[in-house]
């Protein structure tokens, strides 16, 4: 596999998984770091999001989770929650994955995540969020 | 509900979930900090993991994911990594969740995460790690 | 002690410790988690802040320098530092349980603290601070 | 004042407060960082151990709390426990110091926390630790 | 050496080093923690920034890195993004010290770093970066 | 480029920079994540430590500041600290590497990785450390 391979999966996956909020991204990055957006496609979106192991309904739980407990990662966990949702997760599923990291994290990472998780629902007119 | 019943469920759901380990964990507190132990067993065992909206397997790829996020929890991680196991994540979907986190949490602390899973698949004869 | 109980009395001294802002958050979360503001309600304020062994000014200096060290928690910390005055702190001793974190957790994240500290002293009239 | 001065009052400081520990850790830096060793009396032990505003128990509160938070400080966690028992705190206040963090920092660092707690206390003759 | 030498070297090398930015932190300190306004003067530009050992292009590449990988410290990595061009990095250096954290802490810290040194770049009339 | 061209190079550069203790996490990795070691040597060693914009040298001050600061990554410091030395970093080039740190990411950190730069000088007889 050649790495122009790698660029070209990443990008459509990211397209899948992100939308246009990663795109977004890798726009921003063309003036600053135009390596870093290319890196970001490659190794994330061309490499990770293309393993089986876990759907990608799985993979967007670990990556919320993950964004949570790290607590400084707020604009990645928006685009995150929205991708949770692009790829099925019920906004349900979503809050129940943050609230979880109150355990392990403590509430204010988990408040503030889902606080974020709030506007990307708001935004998407998936308010209030019903139990499934 | 009474809080008595909180605390029989979270006993019963610890039991269900971190085994022979979450016990160990409870049973060392009880000469330095009981409440703390009971904590733990009131609030993430009878609250948190009695919860619908994610099942056990989902809630242990979000606690994995999370807890390796965090980097200095090792220990904990080592018991969650047991509990995936015991709720059915296979080793492969234990690892992959782990692998996600380099890109989130940088590799050393997918590396860490990593090593901490092979003692627990080592002690439990599961290695080497097969893809699913 | 039954469910109940945990949660009125939690109520009550979330209204004594954190006062409007507390509220307000318990307000936000109704349409997106309302089961996390029922935790925050038994678990912090229904169990911890219920305790004795430590006065609410001992808790209030421990939890601003939790939050301090932690980083990510500004929302968090603005509301506890306006709790710890509520509680009977001075801005005086708020500031040094700051400024001890620069030993701990660095420079960066008690300078930000710092600044959350004024913007509440200064909604509250209590700039500048005086040495008690 | 001369610097002279902020390194023999720090000294002084380090003394009292942490003991034969802290010794041991200024010895140990003298082959490899020897002015880690100064800056450590001069700045933490020189001037803010130094300062009036919060008394000894309360700055050791503020320090448990903080260091539990960060997760990622053990040792200099089981110095300053030690320190807390030296000015005057129980076991059972840092024990509530820390179990507080759980609410702000995840059951991970507090359990982590108390684990370290459990050690010092041992050490010294004070377990079980009793109710104040 | 008598502190207020160190303060008159520090206060000379924060101006050096952090510029007109340096010292609005500074003022912004006077009515709530003028100390640690001082401290900051007087431990890392009066102690630290004045060793040998590294120039200031290499410190600065050392604090660019460690405000990425801590996350949590925006606007002090903004002060330092400046000081990083004031001593002589070039953009493209500042660039791949912080794309290199992709690495250890992740792609989100790298991210958020980036898009600050973007507001800097842009701010000084230095985009888009070209390679060295 | 093909992808075996970024593994190739990755190798070279991991045994280049990092040494045979490089080979031990890629050996160590084997029967538990496979992947995850081809990922190291192809993203960390077969991207960005291929670019230019720094040296090693500028590259390995970056790294063992950013890990220092995050604190949870100690072997991954141990390996990197003795990197630096592969590539040329004076011992004392590390520890004014490290020690800048206790201002950013406060003394806990810098002291853990003053203490692991203290192992690797140790094993490799470079004790006391001198100034340069």
Redesign the interface.
């Known amino acids: 596999?050649?790495?122009r391979d790698?660029y070209a999966d990443g990008l459509a996956r990211l397209a899948e998984v992100d939308g246009e909020q990663g795109q977004r991204?890798i726009d921003?990055?063309?003036?600053?770091?135009p390596?870093?957006a290319r890196?970001?496609i490659e190794?994330?979106f061309g490499?990770?999001y293309q393993?089986?192991?876990?759907d990608l309904r799985?993979?967007q739980?670990?990556?919320?989770?993950?964004?949570?407990?790290?607590?400084?990662?707020q604009?990645?966990l928006k685009v995150h929650i929205g991708a949770g949702l692009n790829v099925g997760l019920t906004p349900?599923?979503i809050?129940?994955?943050?609230?979880?990291?109150?355990?392990?994290?403590?509430?204010?990472?988990?408040?503030?995540a889902?606080?974020t998780?709030?506007e990307v629902?708001s935004e998407r007119g998936l308010?209030?969020?019903e139990?499934?």
């Open positions: 596999m050649t790495t790698r991204v921003a990055l063309q003036d600053v770091a390596d870093l890196y970001i190794f994330p490499d990770i393993r089986s192991g876990l799985q993979r739980i670990a990556t919320i989770a993950g964004l949570t407990a790290l607590g400084h990662a604009p990645q349900n599923e809050v129940e994955t943050i609230m979880q990291m109150a355990v392990y994290a403590g509430f204010p990472a988990a408040l503030n889902i606080f998780a709030k629902f308010l209030p969020v139990e499934d």
